[in-house]
């Protein structure tokens, strides 16, 4: 399984995490213990994480995301969405227990910070790691889909905050990824630029169709782009929601009543709203 983490690729065919990926060309398996499979999408079976001094964070949790399919996680501070999602970008080497995390062969991470190297113009930020004669070429064409054509000479120092995440995503989607994690990506983002790359992330995963984990902390954000929201719980998935809305924004009728179910379920409606949670439509403090 190759992971592009901020460009730099890693492989987690190593430690506790076995890649038996050889199997097919179409996905490699994370095997934790005995079981081991192999899908085009994801597959979480019966996952366990836990650290020191602390009780499980993940409790035998099960997931399964197909292939192009757009999945939303949300859940209470401290409730392992984080945890969740390096499991399965193969950066956590000691996820334990029987169970099994399948994923496709090539997966992209974008983080709250862009983790463009600052010593690195734009298209070489976007290309980095990137093999064959064609990288440069591929990295423009991205870069012109995130909207930043004529700046690949441009030090990320040079771009706002907005256009470094749409370098991070030109750089994730340049590798063509079957898996997109993303963790509150657009959490550091002013209200409107927010609204720009929710709109700029749903056209590129029509065009891409990666399937995607978002993580968020934004219930309108997770039903304007998701195909799914899913509420981490206990160290399990609890509520399990589809979107199906007419149309992608509070003017749908069925939207009001989602957010409320969801909100619900988070525990955050009313008077008991929690301080660690952030009212929808309104910026993550970080
Ligand atoms: N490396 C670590 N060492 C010890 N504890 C950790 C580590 N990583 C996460 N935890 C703990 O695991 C729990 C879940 O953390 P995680 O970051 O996955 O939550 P989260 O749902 O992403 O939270 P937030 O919404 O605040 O980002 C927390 O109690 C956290 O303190």
Not at 136 to 143: C, Q, V
């Amino acid at each position: 399984m190759a992971t592009d983490v901020g460009g730099v690729t890693t492989d987690s065919a190593t430690a506790t995490v076995t890649d038996t990926a050889g199997a097919t060309a179409a996905g490699s398996t994370t095997a934790v213990g005995a079981t081991a499979a192999t899908t085009a999408g994801v597959t979480v079976r019966n996952l366990h994480r836990s650290f020191n001094r602390s009780g499980g964070v993940l409790n035998g949790l099960d997931l399964d995301i197909a292939p192009g399919e757009f999945v939303a996680l949300i859940g209470r501070s401290g409730s392992g969405k984080s945890t969740l999602l390096r499991a399965l970008a193969g950066l956590d080497r000691d996820v334990e227990g029987y169970g099994r995390i399948s994923v496709p062969r090539q997966v992209s991470v974008v983080f709250q910070d862009s983790r463009l190297l600052p010593w690195r113009r734009l298209l070489a930020n976007v290309t980095f790691g990137l093999e064959g004669k064609d990288a440069a070429e591929r990295g423009r064409r991205a870069l012109t889909e995130v909207g930043l054509a004529g700046r690949e000479r441009a030090w990320p120092g040079e771009l706002s905050g907005g256009q470094q995440q749409r370098a991070a995503l030109a750089r994730s989607l340049v590798r063509e990824p079957q898996l997109l994690l993303a963790d509150e990506p657009f959490g550091a983002l002013d209200a409107l630029t927010r609204l720009q790359m929710h709109a700029l992330l749903r056209k590129l995963c029509a065009v891409h169709k990666p399937a995607v984990l978002l993580v968020t902390h934004d219930v309108d954000e997770a039903i304007v782009l998701a195909d799914r929201v899913i509420l981490l719980d206990e160290g399990v998935v609890g509520t399990d929601v589809r979107v199906d809305l007419e149309e992608r924004s509070q003017a749908d009728p069925g939207f009001a009543a989602l957010r409320r179910q969801l909100l619900d379920a988070l525990g955050a409606t009313g008077e008991h709203l929690g301080s660690d949670f952030i009212a929808p439509g309104t910026r993550r403090a970080s």
